[in-house]
């Protein structure tokens, strides 16, 4: 198998179908094992006792490698699958209501401005037209 590097260096690593992970890691890199992180297919390898052949892992495949600062700063960090699951939606904040609220104005100014036309000058509605275009414009860049 080949083992890849985030500099893009590669290193060839002569493996048996039967290797485990952890063996692979104590065989090419020695006191580092805890360290080293492998990726395989975008999924992070983390049971050490898994067999290349149980993972899928033939001949010429590509494991990524990625070598953490220190293991105490890895042991630092929270489990992800403990954390609490996400509600699922973006987080509820003024920043998140602009868009919606803006365009809710834009729409009632509209509205009145159909409906009561000989409130609105030519000046106005030109204005209107204009925030209203560069919001569209606005809106459009963001999403």
């Known amino acids: ?9 590669e290193k060839v690593a002569v493996v048996r179908p039967e290797d485990t992970v952890g063996g692979l890691k104590s065989k090419y890199f020695p006191g580092q094992e805890n360290q080293m992180k492998f990726i395989y297919r975008g ?19 590509v494991i990524h490698c990625h070598r953490s600062r220190s293991s105490t700063a890895a042991a630092a960090l ?6 609490a699951p996400d509600a699922g939606g973006l987080p509820l904040g003024a920043g998140n209501l602009m868009v919606p609220t803006v365009m809710v104005v834009l729409a009632v100014i509209w509205y009145l401005r ?11 509605t030109v204005s209107l037209i204009g925030v209203t275009v560069l919001f569209s414009f606005l809106v459009f860049g963001m999403y």
Request: aromatic share 6%; net charge positive; proline share 7%.
């Open 78 to 83: 929270p489990d992800p699958s403990a954390a």
């Open 114 to 124: 159909i409906n009561y036309r000989q409130l609105f000058t030519a000046p106005a």
């Open 43 to 61: 999924q992070l390898l983390q049971d050490q006792g898994r067999t290349l052949r149980s993972l899928h892992i033939t001949d010429n495949c």
């Open 1 to 9: 198998i080949r083992l890849k590097f985030l500099n893009d260096t």
